[in-house]
T-cell receptor, first 110, second 113 residues
Framework: QQQVKQSPQSLIVQKGGIPIINCAYE??????FPWYQQFPGKGPALLIA?????SEKKEGRFTISFNKSAKQFSLHIMDSQPGDSATYFC?????????FGKGTRLHILP | DSGVTQTPKHLITATGQRVTLRCSPR?????VYWYQQSLDQGLQFLIQ???????AKGNILERFSAQQFPDLHSELNLSSLELGDSALYFC????????????FGPGTRLLVL
């Protein structure tokens, strides 16, 4: 299955909380897993990415946790801020194509 | 600002017509990607060009075609337009052909009436 299933569709978190967005896949040939952030009226922007031989990657307040055996990966945003309110997409690469999840609309309450 | 430019920003046209979307990649980037974003299908990869050659193909309809020119800018041609082609079309660029670290442009919003 050449899909990446993303959940939840939307998420509301208080400022300072830790929103968690989850993604799951079936295809073990996926070899690169990026996360993109998209603000209204803008194109997606690469946030952080991980390869399947690594279980965790942190960049600033953003952390990817990767569970190869479960074929799942997730994005955690530490100390979330209202400015983090955006749509987040997980994705995976297969045969030179990037396949995106459906996106999660995140709203951080002030 | 990603450094990727797309024109036009908005385009309104009628069914059956043909349009051309233009993309200029970041300076030095050799790869250009085209994506379609719609509410029901999400973000879908259409096609990638690397240094003028087609590199990878996704869910691109036969009515759609693209090319990358010697100056590395790219055009996406959409013909025999249907209502369902209404969407945001994004161009992205990256330094290499590996699909990693893509920089997206602001998009062209196409409305087919």
């Amino acid at each position: 299955q050449q899909q990446v299933k993303q959940s939840p569709q939307s998420l509301i978190v208080q400022k300072g909380g830790i929103p968690i967005i989850n993604c799951a896949y079936e295809n073990t040939a996926f070899d690169y897993f990026p996360w993109y952030q998209q603000f209204p009226g803008k194109g997606p922007a690469l946030l952080i990415a991980i390869r399947p031989d690594v279980s965790e990657k942190k960049e600033g307040r953003f952390t990817i946790s990767f569970n190869k055996s479960a074929k799942q990966f997730s994005l955690h945003i530490m100390d979330s801020q209202p400015g983090d309110s955006a749509t987040y997409f997980c994705a995976a690469r297969w045969e030179d194509k990037i396949i995106f999840g459906k996106g999660t609309r995140l709203h951080i309450l002030p | 600002d990603s450094g990727v430019t797309q024109t036009p920003k908005h385009l309104i046209t009628a069914t059956g017509q043909r349009v051309t979307l233009r993309c200029s990649p970041r300076s030095g980037d050799l790869s250009v990607y085209w994506y379609q974003q719609s509410l029901d299908q999400g973000l879908q990869f259409l096609i990638q060009y690397y240094n003028g050659e087609e590199r990878a193909k996704g869910n691109i309809l036969e009515r759609f075609s693209a090319q990358q020119f010697p100056d590395l800018h790219s055009e996406l041609n959409l013909s025999s337009l249907e209502l369902g082609d209404s969407a945001l079309y994004f161009c992205a660029s990256s330094p290499r052909d590996s699909q990693e670290t893509q920089y997206f442009g602001p998009g062209t919003r196409l409305l087919v009436l």
